[in-house]
């Protein structure tokens, strides 16, 4: 580690490892429950595990990103912190409220939930992600404002780099979208109309600089390819990004009540987003290919490239399929958007969080690479997840074509309900799917405890 | 060289012209049918080979990025063109 | 072994390749030689046409299923003011051709002289689009008045953004030149500011018979 205020990122790392233990547990559980509808039940129903499950999953790419930044911008501003004291501070901070916002969310009912956190006050519950209760939601606030600053601080007083540019933008970006949690206006369409000025610029927008500027840093250090090179193609990835990514907001917005010039608009737009994702793929493998030194850190690299890959199908190829209004028209709302939704993030975020981890914890801990044992370990949890997960994207796809063609496309179409049935066989093979990936998580946990000789720093 | 270049460059600046009032005539004068499309984006993927061989310089590059331009100009009207013979 | 996809091919070490990165032009296995203006300003050219490639491509069929309204609508928007502005943009280009070619000779003056004529012309672009928008909303056309006045809007609209980014990179240019930044030798900011104006001019040269005149 080149700078000891680096540290402060080890325990946003340990959290964000933590939360997705949970966020698949409860993954698992409510994959339980499309089939067996009364798993659990009254103890945590279905939309309590939904919510939570969405929820550790947004919270622990939180953790993962304030991680990466904490590692990343001492490094690329060649400085140490601005303040370690306050990241520690944050950390607790959002630690306590996070872990306090899910226990909410399984001991009390929502309702009343909202009732004590002083929801009428200020209304900004019960929608989709952004479910947190006030409280929460203004701590979220609080903590990001101070990251940013603290971020920021260390950059004016450092170099400043395309990377850590890139990266701050994003981090701006992820805090100003977040405002509109914030406007709920009782105006359904409206309503949904802001909601998606988080959801999507989110992981559509701004997220993706946060992705690239992580991947970009990775990148340099495992292949040592010239900076000049990265940034170049930076930029024009974020360039991509939010030509792309801004308009194509609008393929949220059909048959919604918004004006219907979206359709067009959201459809042109949102067909060529996958173009950054694949030019990260491209990306990817030529800088690994023209890699100038060999890392002692394989598993590193194979996380770098495997992003990439899965960012391309995930959110490039299963998002194209039913981006297109026409089709959409179909499928929206169907088991599709469930298999894009899981292998979007996966391969996106949660992919580039375990890279950025698997470069860095090593580091972290004393060593430029774990020991090879270690390192096997660690690839065969990459593969036993990433298979898993292909497989769930595979078997909730499955299940969204036959339920579009069941309920909406065929001339005697049958009821939700009905339809839910005749695709359980799909919903069980995803459980089993789900299985395997917690067992490809336990793996990539041991793998941290394995010792054996390492390289030195 | 650079007089013979620059002259060169408004010959084809004049062609463009010429083009375009041609595209205009066509569009006052005759009476709209599957010829005058078709001559219309026949005109427009001329401008657009001497917009991207001459005036960008293209022509001087790998034939990769000339085949892009034209590729372009054949698909984007070939497919305009089959929308409206439909 | 473990499972892996990072095989080490010993072979990519060599030092060729590694001279090769230095070049930003080589970011891709498949080497173009002699483009003008930066690599990237290409891959974001290629991006934008196809963004545009893909509009007018949805406008063609769309058209096809209410020719008609598409028809009638149409014959509303100014054919003469389209082509004057196709003439400007084409002016502009030519323009834009004469001061790469001036820096080329290291005349820098010259060719600031050029660039300012195309951000003038760029002007007069902007002048005449307004207007037409002016004369369209005075109407009270909108974006949701029909599908024809949705994409002539929208296509014109988007590439007015383009028109004037483009302005803003040339006037950039013009104050490096001035700045005596740019020199025989070293030019390539102007020969990349001088591809993105073509590009714009390129779009146009398809969306305005596509919009203005054929039906």
């Known amino acids: 580690m080149q700078y000891q205020s680096q540290a402060v990122a080890k325990p946003y790392f340990i959290a964000a490892i933590a939360l997705f233990v949970g966020q698949i547990i409860f993954g698992l559980i409510m994959g339980l429950q499309y089939v067996m509808g009364d798993f659990l039940f009254p103890e945590i129903p279905f939309n309590v595990a939904r919510m939570v499950h969405t929820n550790l999953l947004i919270v622990w790419l939180l953790f993962g990103f304030m991680g990466a930044t904490y590692y990343l911008i001492p490094e690329e501003s060649e400085t140490e912190l601005f303040s370690p004291k306050l990241a520690i501070i944050t950390f607790w901070v959002f630690l306590a409220a996070g872990v306090a916002t899910v226990l909410g969310y399984l001991l009390v009912p929502y309702a009343s939930l909202a009732k004590f956190t002083g929801n009428d006050l200020l209304a900004t519950m019960g929608r989709e992600f952004l479910e947190q209760p006030l409280p929460t939601k203004v701590g979220i606030v609080v903590v990001v404002l101070s990251f940013i600053f603290n971020v920021v601080m260390t950059m004016l007083k450092g170099r400043k780099t395309a990377i850590s540019l890139v990266l701050v933008l994003g981090l701006v970006g992820l805090a100003v979208f977040f405002l509109f949690s914030f406007y709920n206006p009782h105006n359904l369409v409206k309503d949904k109309y802001y909601w998606w000025w988080v959801v999507h610029l989110w992981v559509e927008g701004v997220w993706e600089l946060i992705l690239g500027a992580i991947l970009a840093f990775v990148l340099i250090k495992v292949t040592g390819v010239d900076r000049e090179v990265v940034e170049k193609w930076l930029y024009v990835i974020i360039t991509m990004t939010l030509i792309t990514g801004i308009i194509g907001t609008g393929h949220h917005y059909y048959w919604i009540g918004a004006p219907a010039y979206w359709q067009v608009w959201g459809s042109v737009f949102s067909a060529l987003e996958p173009i950054p994702f694949f030019m990260l793929t491209i990306f990817a493998f030529n800088m690994v290919n023209k890699r100038r030194r060999e890392h002692p850190n394989k598993a590193a690299t194979l996380w770098a490239l495997g992003t990439g890959v899965m960012a391309f199908l995930g959110a490039g190829v299963w998002g194209f399929m039913h981006t297109l209004a026409p089709v959409n028209y179909y499928t929206h709302g169907t088991q599709l958007t469930a298999a894009h939704g899981h292998m979007a993030f996966y391969g996106a975020y949660a992919m580039v969080v375990l890279t950025i981890i698997s470069y860095a914890m090593p580091i972290l801990r004393g060593r430029a690479a774990n020991s090879n044992k270690a390192q096997v370990v660690e690839m065969w949890s990459f593969w036993l997840m990433t298979v898993a997960m292909v497989f769930i994207t595979l078997f909730l796809t499955a299940a969204g074509v036959l339920q579009t063609w069941l309920q909406r496309i065929s001339t005697t179409p049958m009821s939700f309900m009905a339809t839910q049935d005749s695709v359980a066989i799909f919903y069980w093979m995803r459980e089993v799917s789900g299985v395997v990936f917690l067992i490809g998580l336990i793996v990539y946990i041991t793998s941290f405890f394995i010792k054996g000789e390492t390289k030195a720093s | ?86 | 072994m473990p499972p892996s996809f990072v095989s080490i091919d010993e072979s990519c070490d060599e030092a060729g390749i590694l001279g090769n990165l230095m070049n930003t032009k080589t970011m891709l296995v498949n080497e173009t030689e002699d483009l003008p203006g930066d690599f990237a300003i290409w891959i974001f050219i290629l991006a934008e046409m196809l963004v545009f490639g893909v509009m007018f491509i949805v406008y063609a069929f769309a058209r096809s299923n209410q020719i008609e309204v598409f028809n009638e609508s149409q014959l509303t928007l100014s054919r003469a003011m389209g082509t004057l502005n196709t003439i400007i943009l084409i002016t502009s280009s030519y323009f834009v051709v004469r001061a790469v070619s001036a820096i080329k000779s290291g005349n820098s003056r010259q060719s600031a002289h050029w660039l300012l004529g195309t951000i003038f012309l760029g002007g007069m672009f902007v002048a005449v689009k307004l207007w037409e928008f002016n004369e369209k909303f005075s109407a009270g056309i909108t974006l949701e008045t029909n599908d024809f006045y949705m994409f002539y809007l929208t296509l014109t609209f988007f590439h007015l953004m383009h028109v004037l980014m483009g302005m803003i990179i040339l006037a950039c240019i013009v104050y490096k030149l001035k700045n005596g930044d740019y020199s025989a030798k070293e030019h390539f900011g102007v020969e990349t500011g001088a591809s993105f104006w073509h590009m714009v001019d390129l779009l146009w040269i398809i969306l305005f018979p596509l919009i203005y005149i054929i039906r």
């Open chain 2, 1 to 86: 060289m650079n007089k013979q270049l620059n002259r060169f460059a408004t010959i084809i600046w004049l062609a463009l012209v010429i083009l375009t009032i041609g595209t205009f005539l066509i569009g006052e004068e005759v009476t709209a049918g599957k010829t005058v499309m078709l001559s219309v984006l026949l005109i427009s993927l001329i401008k657009g080979q001497l917009i991207a061989n001459y005036f960008m310089g293209l022509r001087h590059v790998s034939w990769l990025w000339r085949g892009i331009i034209l590729g372009y100009f054949v698909i984007v009207g070939g497919m305009i063109a089959i929308a409206y013979l439909n």
